[in-house]
Protein backbone atom coordinates (compact mmCIF):
# COMPACT_ATOMS: atom_id res chain seq x y z
CA UNK A 1 0.00 0.00 0.00
CA UNK A 2 1.60 3.33 -1.20
CA UNK A 3 1.48 6.25 1.24
CA UNK A 4 0.30 8.15 -1.70
CA UNK A 5 -2.63 7.49 -3.25
CA UNK A 6 -3.58 7.65 -7.05
CA UNK A 7 -6.20 6.29 -9.32
CA UNK A 8 -4.26 3.41 -11.02
CA UNK A 9 -5.74 4.60 -14.82
CA UNK A 10 -6.95 7.40 -16.29
CA UNK A 11 -7.79 7.53 -20.14
CA UNK A 12 -8.85 10.12 -22.52
CA UNK A 13 -8.90 10.56 -26.76
CA UNK A 14 -5.98 12.75 -28.39
CA UNK A 15 -6.31 16.55 -28.01
CA UNK A 16 -8.76 15.68 -24.58
CA UNK A 17 -7.56 16.65 -21.32
CA UNK A 18 -6.94 14.12 -18.31
CA UNK A 19 -5.77 15.12 -14.48
CA UNK A 20 -4.44 12.51 -12.26
CA UNK A 21 -5.23 12.97 -8.58
CA UNK A 22 -2.89 12.37 -5.64
CA UNK A 23 -3.85 11.60 -2.10
CA UNK A 24 -2.07 11.88 0.86
CA UNK A 25 -2.35 13.08 4.54
CA UNK A 26 -0.75 16.50 6.51
CA UNK A 27 2.76 14.99 6.80
CA UNK A 28 3.53 14.29 3.84
CA UNK A 29 1.63 16.70 0.93
CA UNK A 30 -0.10 19.11 3.64
CA UNK A 31 3.37 20.12 5.23
CA UNK A 32 6.04 19.67 2.05
CA UNK A 33 6.03 20.29 -2.00
CA UNK A 34 4.34 17.77 -4.77
CA UNK A 35 6.35 16.54 -7.62
CA UNK A 36 5.45 14.54 -10.51
CA UNK A 37 7.23 12.45 -12.52
CA UNK A 38 6.68 10.70 -16.16
CA UNK A 39 7.92 6.81 -16.42
CA UNK A 40 7.59 5.90 -20.14
CA UNK A 41 8.27 1.74 -20.26
CA UNK A 42 11.85 0.83 -20.91
CA UNK A 43 13.32 4.50 -19.79
CA UNK A 44 14.25 6.12 -16.76
CA UNK A 45 11.09 8.09 -14.78
CA UNK A 46 11.27 12.06 -15.94
CA UNK A 47 10.75 15.21 -13.69
CA UNK A 48 7.20 16.83 -14.91
CA UNK A 49 6.38 19.14 -12.01
CA UNK A 50 8.35 20.18 -8.93
CA UNK A 51 7.61 22.61 -5.86
CA UNK A 52 3.63 22.00 -7.04
CA UNK A 53 3.55 23.67 -9.82
CA UNK A 54 6.87 24.21 -11.52
CA UNK A 55 7.75 22.90 -14.71
CA UNK A 56 11.68 22.04 -14.98
CA UNK A 57 13.41 23.50 -18.52
CA UNK A 58 11.84 21.92 -21.56
CA UNK A 59 8.45 20.40 -20.03
CA UNK A 60 6.16 22.14 -22.14
CA UNK A 61 3.13 23.95 -20.72
CA UNK A 62 0.43 21.37 -21.30
CA UNK A 63 1.75 19.70 -18.02
CA UNK A 64 0.86 21.68 -14.93
CA UNK A 65 0.14 20.80 -11.38
CA UNK A 66 -1.76 21.98 -8.24
CA UNK A 67 -1.93 21.51 -4.64
CA UNK A 68 -5.08 21.88 -2.05
CA UNK A 69 -4.54 20.63 1.63
CA UNK A 70 -3.75 17.22 1.49
CA UNK A 71 -4.23 16.54 -2.51
CA UNK A 72 -2.30 17.16 -5.32
CA UNK A 73 -3.72 17.11 -8.86
CA UNK A 74 -1.58 16.77 -12.38
CA UNK A 75 -2.83 18.16 -15.63
CA UNK A 76 -2.19 17.09 -19.12
CA UNK A 77 -3.99 18.82 -21.52
CA UNK A 78 -3.77 18.73 -25.49
CA UNK A 79 -3.04 14.43 -24.48
CA UNK A 80 -0.76 13.20 -27.38
CA UNK A 81 -0.09 9.36 -27.89
CA UNK A 82 3.36 10.04 -26.83
CA UNK A 83 1.94 11.34 -23.40
CA UNK A 84 0.85 7.25 -22.93
CA UNK A 85 3.12 6.14 -19.70
CA UNK A 86 2.94 5.67 -15.82
CA UNK A 87 2.48 8.63 -13.50
CA UNK A 88 3.62 9.25 -10.51
CA UNK A 89 3.24 11.97 -7.86
CA UNK A 90 6.24 12.24 -5.13
CA UNK A 91 6.80 14.07 -1.67
CA UNK A 92 8.74 13.94 1.84
CA UNK A 93 6.80 12.46 4.10
CA UNK A 94 8.09 14.32 7.64
CA UNK A 95 6.56 11.40 9.89
CA UNK A 96 8.54 8.68 7.94
CA UNK A 97 11.58 10.98 7.37
CA UNK A 98 11.45 9.34 3.80
CA UNK A 99 10.66 10.02 0.24
CA UNK A 100 7.07 8.54 -0.68
CA UNK A 101 5.52 8.12 -3.77
CA UNK A 102 1.99 7.20 -5.07
CA UNK A 103 0.94 3.87 -6.71
CA UNK A 104 1.42 5.09 -10.42
CA UNK A 105 -1.66 6.06 -12.93
CA UNK A 106 -1.26 4.37 -16.13
CA UNK A 107 -2.38 6.84 -18.66
CA UNK A 108 -3.85 5.63 -21.90
CA UNK A 109 -4.63 7.91 -24.71
CA UNK A 110 -7.18 6.10 -26.26
CA UNK B 1 25.18 17.91 -18.41
CA UNK B 2 24.73 15.92 -15.44
CA UNK B 3 24.75 12.35 -16.05
CA UNK B 4 24.19 9.11 -13.87
CA UNK B 5 25.27 6.33 -15.53
CA UNK B 6 24.50 3.17 -13.52
CA UNK B 7 26.13 -0.48 -13.66
CA UNK B 8 25.01 -3.61 -15.82
CA UNK B 9 22.47 -6.18 -15.28
CA UNK B 10 22.79 -8.65 -12.62
CA UNK B 11 22.21 -12.18 -12.52
CA UNK B 12 22.47 -13.23 -9.20
CA UNK B 13 21.65 -16.10 -6.77
CA UNK B 14 19.89 -16.21 -3.18
CA UNK B 15 22.19 -15.48 0.09
CA UNK B 16 24.97 -13.71 -2.66
CA UNK B 17 26.14 -10.57 -2.43
CA UNK B 18 25.93 -7.69 -4.82
CA UNK B 19 26.85 -4.03 -4.94
CA UNK B 20 25.71 -1.58 -8.14
CA UNK B 21 26.93 1.50 -9.06
CA UNK B 22 25.99 5.24 -10.35
CA UNK B 23 28.79 7.63 -11.29
CA UNK B 24 27.66 11.23 -11.63
CA UNK B 25 29.07 13.11 -14.39
CA UNK B 26 28.79 16.95 -15.44
CA UNK B 27 28.94 18.24 -12.17
CA UNK B 28 30.70 18.72 -8.72
CA UNK B 29 29.74 15.21 -7.28
CA UNK B 30 29.70 16.46 -3.57
CA UNK B 31 27.21 19.14 -4.31
CA UNK B 32 23.98 16.81 -4.89
CA UNK B 33 22.65 13.82 -2.66
CA UNK B 34 22.08 9.93 -4.52
CA UNK B 35 19.02 8.52 -3.49
CA UNK B 36 18.06 4.91 -4.72
CA UNK B 37 14.79 3.93 -6.15
CA UNK B 38 13.54 0.19 -6.31
CA UNK B 39 11.08 -0.12 -8.96
CA UNK B 40 9.50 -4.38 -8.87
CA UNK B 41 8.01 -6.17 -11.44
CA UNK B 42 4.72 -4.47 -12.49
CA UNK B 43 4.73 -2.07 -9.19
CA UNK B 44 5.50 1.31 -8.49
CA UNK B 45 8.74 3.38 -7.69
CA UNK B 46 9.87 3.14 -3.68
CA UNK B 47 12.67 5.60 -1.97
CA UNK B 48 15.24 3.61 -0.39
CA UNK B 49 17.72 5.91 0.89
CA UNK B 50 19.96 8.25 0.33
CA UNK B 51 23.70 9.79 0.40
CA UNK B 52 25.05 12.41 1.04
CA UNK B 53 28.71 11.80 -1.20
CA UNK B 54 30.29 15.38 0.71
CA UNK B 55 30.52 13.06 3.90
CA UNK B 56 28.75 10.07 3.07
CA UNK B 57 25.91 10.73 5.99
CA UNK B 58 23.32 8.13 5.08
CA UNK B 59 19.45 7.57 5.87
CA UNK B 60 16.92 5.15 4.74
CA UNK B 61 13.25 4.48 4.43
CA UNK B 62 11.88 2.41 7.39
CA UNK B 63 11.10 -0.45 4.76
CA UNK B 64 14.53 -0.82 3.51
CA UNK B 65 16.82 -0.20 6.80
CA UNK B 66 18.63 -2.81 7.46
CA UNK B 67 18.08 -4.63 4.22
CA UNK B 68 20.60 -2.32 2.14
CA UNK B 69 23.59 -0.41 1.99
CA UNK B 70 23.99 3.02 0.44
CA UNK B 71 27.75 3.75 0.22
CA UNK B 72 29.85 6.59 -1.91
CA UNK B 73 33.19 7.22 -3.07
CA UNK B 74 33.47 11.16 -3.97
CA UNK B 75 37.10 10.28 -5.61
CA UNK B 76 35.52 8.30 -8.46
CA UNK B 77 32.28 9.98 -8.21
CA UNK B 78 29.99 7.09 -7.49
CA UNK B 79 28.03 5.98 -5.09
CA UNK B 80 26.72 2.09 -4.26
CA UNK B 81 23.68 0.55 -3.79
CA UNK B 82 24.80 -3.15 -1.96
CA UNK B 83 23.18 -6.24 -0.70
CA UNK B 84 24.89 -8.59 1.84
CA UNK B 85 22.29 -11.73 1.12
CA UNK B 86 19.89 -11.06 -1.73
CA UNK B 87 16.31 -12.72 -1.61
CA UNK B 88 14.25 -13.69 -4.91
CA UNK B 89 11.97 -10.60 -3.37
CA UNK B 90 15.15 -8.24 -4.14
CA UNK B 91 14.49 -9.02 -7.95
CA UNK B 92 13.74 -5.47 -9.98
CA UNK B 93 14.66 -2.45 -11.26
CA UNK B 94 17.10 -0.17 -9.06
CA UNK B 95 17.57 3.47 -10.33
CA UNK B 96 19.40 6.12 -8.90
CA UNK B 97 18.49 9.61 -8.84
CA UNK B 98 19.24 13.30 -7.73
CA UNK B 99 18.43 16.63 -7.81
CA UNK B 100 19.34 20.06 -6.22
CA UNK B 101 18.25 19.34 -2.91
CA UNK B 102 18.73 16.23 -0.71
CA UNK B 103 15.83 14.29 -1.75
CA UNK B 104 12.92 14.61 -4.05
CA UNK B 105 12.62 16.27 -6.39
CA UNK B 106 14.87 14.05 -8.62
CA UNK B 107 15.82 16.33 -11.91
CA UNK B 108 18.29 13.42 -12.88
CA UNK B 109 18.04 10.10 -13.04
CA UNK B 110 20.08 7.39 -13.53
CA UNK B 111 19.43 4.72 -16.47
CA UNK B 112 18.43 1.84 -14.14
CA UNK B 113 20.10 -1.69 -13.11
CA UNK B 114 17.97 -4.93 -13.54
CA UNK B 115 18.47 -7.07 -10.63
CA UNK B 116 17.34 -10.74 -10.98
CA UNK B 117 17.81 -13.14 -8.06
CA UNK B 118 16.75 -16.67 -8.95
CA UNK B 119 17.99 -19.99 -7.97
Known amino acids: QSVLTQPPSVSAAPGQKVTISCSGSSSNIGNNYVSWYQHLPGTAPKLLIYENNKRPSGIPDRFSGSKSGTSATLGITGLQTGDEADYYCGTWDSSLSAVVFGGGTKLTVL | ?119
Do not use: N
Not at chain 2, 21 to 45: A, H, N
Not at chain 2, 73 to 95: F, V
Open chain 2, 1 to 119: EVQLVQSGAEVKKPGESLRISCRGSGYRFTTYWISWVRQMPGKGLEWMGRIDPSDSYTDYSPSFQGHVAVSADKSISTAYLQWSSLKASDTAMYYCASGHGSSDPFDYWGQGTLVTVSS
